[in-house]
């Protein structure tokens, strides 16, 4: 399995081979060009000056036949060549390693390189000059004109060996090679240590994730700051869903035992009435008595499964489709919910404060939640309203939007309650014991709700008044 250090690894040992190579080979061509220009330039230049030598000599001007050879003798060792001379049918005459006489003498060139020689002034080749060297050569050839310069009289060739003249090349050759293993060695440990630190948080990353999918919540990932801002991000990222994942597990299980703490307390109370009733512990004359309030935790029941088929069905989706948004007239709508409490507001001779503005204020939003939202407020407020309370309903108009109140007079809730009273089943403790009928999920449902249409709900508790407020867009 390739790890994440190996193919950073193989990629950069790649790369910087194909750079090296290229390099190299660039560099090589460039060196051997320059040597190659240089060494025909050296040796043309040369060439000349022993030309022109030589045509003094043939000449016969002042320089004598024993200043031309010290003369022949001092240009060739000054510019490392060797240099030939031949008459002008091309017969060697003089090598300039052996003036006085050497085994070339009497060697003929050929007759096609020399008329080329005499044409074109100036001949400049590299390969074997047969009878005279065995390794290859520089060549250049020029013509020895005569004192009117107009007819040759003989013939230059100066020469000097290839591995001669790329001896610098070999040497930076050498040099190179030797960097470049330096480089690739350096090369090596520095992505070795790098790739090995950038995926030590992989594997740190990979670790705790293994530890988390095993049960362990509260596992998180440790980053150093230097490390790079990816990983950082990574870590970060990975951790947020951790957090999110280790709250979503904490509140299933707490749904989870709410649920079967809320199921079990009706489900014994039936239980315990049927089985009354069957033994006969509770005589014929009760049963009707005990069967309402079966009746009553039967429905209960139901209520409490309603509402979480509610719950997980507005948990599908984030927001409310656009089709089932609606204009309605919200006054109308909080005014029709009011009027399905009035049993309950005489049993508990509630006042009512009504405070609507005059004209229709229109909305846009699902009535039907927006009804239930509405309902599931007034039932809490009319439930902990004491006898001859006040049950409080506004509707206020601000900028472009409603804002819809529902409160009542009763118990203050504390401060460290308020953030908690949308949460899945909680209750204050007080209220648990007064209003059985309650499951915790009322406004949860509303906040739900209202979470849904985009816009905001919030309560106020002081000096024995709780008021819950939310918004809704206003269309004129």
């Given at each position: 399995?390739?790890?994440?250090?190996?193919?950073?690894?193989?990629?950069?040992?790649?790369?910087?081979?194909?750079?090296?190579l290229?390099?190299?080979?660039?560099f090589?061509?460039?060196?051997?060009?320059m040597?190659?220009?240089?060494?025909?330039?050296?040796?043309?230049?040369?060439?000349?000056?022993?030309a022109?030598?030589a045509?003094?000599?043939?000449a016969?001007?002042?320089?004598?036949?024993?200043?031309?050879?010290?003369?022949?003798?001092?240009?060739?060792?000054?510019s490392?060549?060797?240099a030939?001379?031949?008459?002008?049918?091309?017969?060697?005459?003089?090598?300039?390693d052996?003036?006085?006489?050497?085994?070339?003498?009497?060697?003929?060139i050929?007759?096609n390189?020399?008329?080329?020689?005499?044409?074109?002034?100036?001949?400049?080749?590299?390969?074997?000059?047969?009878?005279?060297?065995?390794e290859?050569?520089?060549?250049?050839?020029?013509?020895?004109?005569?004192?009117?310069g107009?007819?040759?009289?003989?013939l230059?060739?100066?020469?000097?060996?290839?591995?001669?003249?790329?001896?610098?090349?070999?040497?930076?050759?050498?040099?190179?090679?030797?960097?470049?293993?330096?480089?690739?060695?350096?090369?090596v440990?520095v992505?070795?240590?790098?790739?090995?630190?950038?995926?030590?948080p992989?594997?740190?990353?990979?670790?705790?994730?293994?530890?988390?999918?095993?049960?362990?919540?509260?596992?998180?990932?440790?980053i150093?700051?230097?490390?790079?801002?990816?990983?950082?991000?990574?870590?970060?990222?990975?951790?947020?869903?951790?957090?999110?994942?280790?709250?979503?597990?904490?509140?299933?299980?707490?749904?989870?035992?709410?649920?079967?703490?809320?199921?079990k307390?009706?489900?014994?109370?039936?239980?315990g009435?049927?089985?009354?009733?069957l033994?006969?512990?509770?005589?014929?004359?009760?049963?009707?008595?005990?069967?309402?309030?079966?009746?009553?935790?039967?429905?209960?029941?139901?209520?409490?499964?309603?509402?979480?088929?509610?719950?997980?069905?507005?948990?599908?989706?984030?927001r409310?489709?656009?089709?089932?948004l609606?204009?309605?007239?919200?006054?109308?709508?909080?005014?029709k919910?009011?009027?399905?409490?009035?049993?309950?507001?005489v049993e508990?001779n509630?006042?009512?404060?009504?405070?609507?503005?005059?004209?229709?204020v229109?909305?846009?939003?699902?009535?039907?939640?927006?009804t239930?939202?509405?309902?599931?407020?007034?039932?809490?407020?009319?439930?902990f309203?004491p006898?001859?309370?006040?049950?409080?309903v506004?509707?206020?108009?601000?900028?472009?939007?409603?804002?819809?109140?529902?409160?009542?007079?009763?118990?203050?809730?504390?401060?460290?309650?308020?953030?908690?009273?949308?949460?899945?089943?909680?209750k204050l403790?007080?209220?648990?014991?007064?209003?059985?009928?309650?499951?915790g999920?009322?406004?949860?449902?509303?906040?739900t709700?209202?979470?849904?249409?985009?816009?905001?709900i919030s309560?106020?508790?002081?000096n024995?008044?709780?008021?819950?407020?939310?918004?809704?867009?206003?269309?004129?």
């Open positions: 399995m390739k790890t994440t250090f190996s193919r950073a690894f193989f990629t950069a040992a790649i790369i910087l081979l194909a750079a090296l290229l390099v190299g080979a660039s090589q061509a460039l060196v051997r060009n040597l190659v220009r240089q060494t025909e330039n050296n040796l043309k230049d040369d060439c000349a000056t022993v022109g030598l045509t003094a000599y043939y016969q001007s002042a320089v004598s036949k024993q200043d031309f050879f010290v003369n022949l003798s001092i240009a060739t060792r000054v490392g060549a060797d030939v001379i031949c008459d002008s049918r091309g017969r060697l005459v003089l090598c300039s052996s003036p006085l006489g050497c085994s070339h003498q009497g060697m003929v050929q007759e390189y020399l008329q080329q020689v005499f044409q074109e002034g100036v001949v400049s080749d590299m390969g074997l000059v047969q009878g005279l060297y065995e290859a050569r520089y060549v250049v050839g020029m013509p020895i004109l005569d004192a009117s107009q007819q040759p009289v003989g230059v060739l100066l020469s000097t060996p290839v591995n001669k003249a790329m001896a610098l090349l070999d040497k930076l050759s050498d040099s190179y090679l030797l960097v470049s293993v330096v480089v690739v060695l350096v090369a440990i992505i070795t240590l790098m790739a090995r630190y950038q995926s030590s992989l594997k740190e990353m990979a670790k705790v994730a293994s530890d988390f999918g095993h049960g362990q919540l509260d596992a998180r990932v440790s150093d700051e230097g490390s790079p801002q990816e990983v950082q991000e990574l870590a970060l990222a990975f951790n947020n869903m951790a957090s999110s994942l280790e709250k979503s597990e904490y509140q299933r299980q707490e749904f989870v035992a709410n649920v079967s703490h809320e199921l307390t009706p489900m014994t109370t039936i239980s009435y049927v089985d009354g009733m033994d006969g512990t509770i005589p014929p004359e009760r049963h009707e008595h005990y069967m309402r309030l079966v009746s009553q935790e039967t429905k209960r029941l139901s209520r409490l499964v309603r509402s979480m088929l509610d719950i997980s069905r507005m948990q599908g989706q984030e409310i489709p656009p089709e089932r609606t204009r309605f007239d919200l006054a109308a709508c909080v005014g919910v009011l009027v399905t409490f009035e049993q309950s507001v508990k509630l006042n009512v404060e009504v405070d609507f503005p005059e004209h229709s229109d909305t846009r939003a699902d009535q039907d939640a927006i239930q939202v509405v309902y599931n407020l007034m039932d809490n407020a009319v439930k309203c006898p001859a309370g006040t049950l409080r506004a509707i206020r108009e601000g900028g472009d939007r409603l804002y819809v109140s529902v409160g009542n007079d009763g118990d203050t809730i504390p401060p460290e309650e308020l953030p908690l009273v949308f949460d899945r089943f909680h403790d007080k209220s648990r014991a007064k209003n059985r009928d309650g499951w999920l009322g406004l949860y449902i509303v906040k709700l209202i979470d849904r249409h985009g816009e905001n309560v106020t508790s002081q024995g008044k709780t008021e819950f407020t939310f918004t809704l867009p206003l269309v004129n």
